[in-house]
């Protein structure tokens, strides 16, 4: 009877160690290729798209240093207000100003990465963009970011506002939010138009 030479039928078979080690690599690469393939589909729903600022943001882009008023046309947030939005504006506070009352941005215009920056803030806060779509709007839905919208305060002026906004074209939009501002030219003879509840049922929001 013939017999092998030693060693030789072990190394005929795959050691355990070998397809324990080819399992692993077979298990890596299907995850990578599954991760490929998911980063790729199209963004659905819950997701927040991304921009591609990937600094912080400034007064360049919107941001609006503390006291700023109506008339800080330095200022890109307010100077890059619609011109007609603006021009009411400073009617309005300089009328609010003989009852004692300042009229200060918090918002205007904003540049889509601010606006960007903002909604995935707010999706983190609110736990889905769905929540989170009650609040902030997308870069590209935005009445900030087109220079439509300002965001003012403090309570005393959008007090005053809610009375007398209407005869300047100036009308709070949403519900939810009473500092949030859009130019209405019709409000001046006909008043406001009905507020939506909050902008998930605002139909520019879709």
């Given at each position: 009877m013939d017999h092998a030479a030693p060693g030789r039928l072990g190394a005929s078979r795959p050691s355990?160690?070998?397809i324990g080690v080819l399992a692993l690599l077979v298990t890596v690469a299907i995850a990578v290729v599954a991760h490929?393939?998911?980063?790729?589909?199209?963004?659905?729903?819950?997701?927040v798209p991304r921009?591609?600022?990937?600094?912080?943001?400034?007064?360049?882009?919107?941001?609006?240093?503390d006291g700023t008023t109506v008339f800080d046309d330095q200022v890109p947030a307010?100077?890059?207000?619609d011109p007609?939005?603006?021009?009411a504006l400073q009617r309005a506070a300089t009328d609010a100003a003989r009852d004692g009352v300042e009229l200060e941005v918090n918002s205007g215009w904003r540049s889509p990465e601010y606006q960007d920056q903002l909604l995935r803030e707010a999706v983190s806060k609110y736990g889905s963009a769905a929540e989170a779509a009650r609040w902030v709007a997308t870069p590209t839905t935005s009445a900030h970011v087109s220079g439509d919208a300002v965001d003012l305060g403090p309570t005393e002026a959008t007090a005053w506002l809610s009375r007398f906004g209407a005869a300047y074209g100036l009308c709070q939009v949403y519900d939810d939010e009473p500092w949030h501002y859009e130019l209405r030219p019709d409000a001046v003879d006909h008043g406001c138009p009905?507020?939506?509840?909050?902008?998930?049922?605002?139909?520019?929001?879709r």
């Open positions: 355990r160690l070998a490929q393939s998911s980063s790729s589909s199209a963004t659905s729903y819950g997701e921009g591609g600022h990937h600094g912080p943001v400034s007064a360049a882009d919107g941001v609006v240093p307010v100077a890059r207000l007609g939005l603006l021009a009905r507020r939506y509840a909050d902008p998930t049922h605002d139909p520019r929001m």
